[in-house]
């Protein structure tokens, strides 16, 4: 059974940074890719960020390029969100999720994990 465990959420001003985890278990995840969504209140699920769990390709949505960096531990089967210079519009819960090479919509993932809040102040 697939596992995917969100931490690092929290409340941050404007500018500052948080760093999201996700634990993953239960497969092997390389032929696989881990992604990050994220979902405001009264909106969509959106993509926000991708990484190929064998070779590391990631690609962002154009809203957090530059500003957030995905990257994974192989040996602790964990994938990380640096979020940096954050703003008010950043606000919202964040999922890890287990999905198609090249994922980007929900439809693309096979597995959620529980999501974690991050609200940034104005």
């Known amino acids: 059974q697939v596992q995917l465990v969100e931490s690092g959420g929290g409340l941050v001003q404007t500018g500052g940074s948080l760093r999201l985890s996700c634990a993953a278990s239960?497969?092997?995840?390389?032929?696989?890719?881990m992604v990050w969504f994220r979902q405001a209140p009264g909106k969509e699920r959106e993509f926000v960020a991708r990484i190929n769990w064998s070779g590391g390709t990631t690609y962002y949505a154009d809203s957090v390029k530059g500003r957030f960096t995905i990257s994974r531990d192989n040996a602790k089967n964990t994938v990380y969100l640096q979020m940096n210079s954050l703003k008010p519009e950043d606000t919202a819960v964040y999922y890890c999720?287990?999905?198609?090479?090249?994922?980007?919509?929900?439809?693309?993932?096979?597995?959620w994990g529980q999501g974690t809040q991050v609200t940034v102040s104005s």
């Open positions: 239960g497969r092997t995840f390389s032929s696989y890719a």
């Open positions: 999720a287990v999905g198609l090479i090249g994922a980007t919509r929900p439809r693309d993932i096979g597995y």
